[in-house]
């Protein structure tokens, strides 16, 4: 099978010695110090002020809701995976969608100042594959009408924007850490900010809400990570360089081999350094995407139809029409992309798909 991923393992004996240490102290969660080194590694590597590691991608989404939402109005994107939405509504919220930009494929800025009304109180917008949002523009709306920003940037690692880290911008960011992801714990996520005051509040809200072990600053979660994620972290840390360069090969074979008149791949924002997190592929129609689809799926290629389906086609969130986002949702779908894919395999992806959409 080739599948649209494959989990990048570094050698386990690797492994093996960081969970040793975690064996040796006898401290498996709490925040130990393979949790406290890996933090300090990816603030250096990533050139951030402030990050707080998680069990998972998702509870850093609703750490920021819990904090910032309020109960209001979330202008947001139809376009990204589920947990965008899931969180706004879990945290007892109103997702407000805004269409996508047919080509960056991230929230439309230019229809989001028409979607705020009184009961706004944040932006959730998503860096679609790793590619940026309009940071300035969005910026600049926020700051208008005194609203909060928070990015899902749950494929963003390693991706830079005007020189600085992705995770740099917005009042609050999130990362995925899942196993699926550029960079992995096994399971695992992490917010960032810039400003000390919220990157407190994220803190203590991601350990019940603790100051010391008896004082409580509030409401808290627990969202900690264990240190047998912290040593999958140190572990694979060494090798992003290698995970991101090869991962560049396999994007640019595509891009080098795909027939791309009938194709439409993403438009990588200006003044952006990618990480070749995802290649999605656009096709004219669904019926094409299908038709591909089933003749990939018979030399067992499994490609996965990511977005899909827009999320204001879900019930529970009672999103009115998006064209754009549901007709790319429709027609999209994320080619075969890790470390260590054979261009024998990548070959015949792009013979498939190019006898049938030529």
């Known amino acids: 099978m080739i599948p649209v991923t494959k989990t990048f393992l570094p050698p386990q004996e690797e492994y093996n010695s960081y969970v040793k240490r975690a064996w040796d102290k006898v401290w498996l969660t709490n925040r130990g110090e393979l949790t406290i080194e890996l933090e300090d590694k990816l603030k250096n590597y990533l050139n951030v002020p402030h990050i707080t590691i998680t069990n998972n991608g998702t509870i850093p989404l609703q750490i920021a809701l819990k904090l910032f939402g309020k109960g209001g109005e979330i202008i947001t994107t139809p376009f990204s995976y ?65 609203l909060k920003v928070i990015y899902d940037a749950a494929h963003c690692f390693g991706v830079t924007y005007n020189n600085e880290s992705i995770f740099q911008f917005g009042d609050v960011s999130t990362c995925s850490f899942h196993a699926t992801k550029l960079f992995h714990t096994g399971e695992g996520g992490a917010m960032f900010c810039t400003d000390k005051k919220i990157q407190d509040q994220l803190f203590y809200s991601h350990n019940f809400g603790h100051n010391g072990p008896l004082a409580f600053h509030g409401l808290g979660i627990n969202a900690k990570i264990s240190e047998l994620q912290s040593a999958m972290g140190l572990a694979l840390f060494p090798y992003m360089e290698h995970i991101i ?12 081999h795909l027939n791309f008149n009938n194709l439409k791949n993403i438009k990588i924002r200006e003044n952006t350094e990618w990480n070749y997190s995802y290649y999605p592929l656009v096709f004219e129609s669904e019926a094409i995407l299908l038709k591909v689809q089933e003749a990939l799926a018979k030399e067992n290629i499994q490609p996965r139809r990511y977005f899909y389906p827009s999320l204001n086609t879900i019930t529970y969130t009672n999103g009115a ?13 994320c080619l075969p992309l890790y470390v260590g894919l054979p261009t024998i395999d990548l070959e015949k992806i792009v013979a498939i798909i190019n006898k049938l959409t030529s």
């Open 321 to 333: 029409e998006m064209p754009v986002s549901e007709s790319i949702a429709s027609r999209v779908v």
């Open 245 to 256: 360069a090869e991962r560049k090969k396999v994007t640019d074979f595509y891009n080098n």
């Open 82 to 146: 589920v947990a965008t939405s899931a969180a706004i509504v879990w945290e007892n919220c109103t997702p407000v969608f805004v269409d996508i930009n047919p080509d960056y494929l991230t929230i439309d800025e230019t229809k989001i100042e028409a979607a705020i009304t009184s009961k706004t109180t944040a932006i959730l917008a998503t860096h679609v594959f790793g590619n940026p949002c309009a940071i300035e523009a969005i910026a600049a709306i926020a700051k208008k009408y005194n």
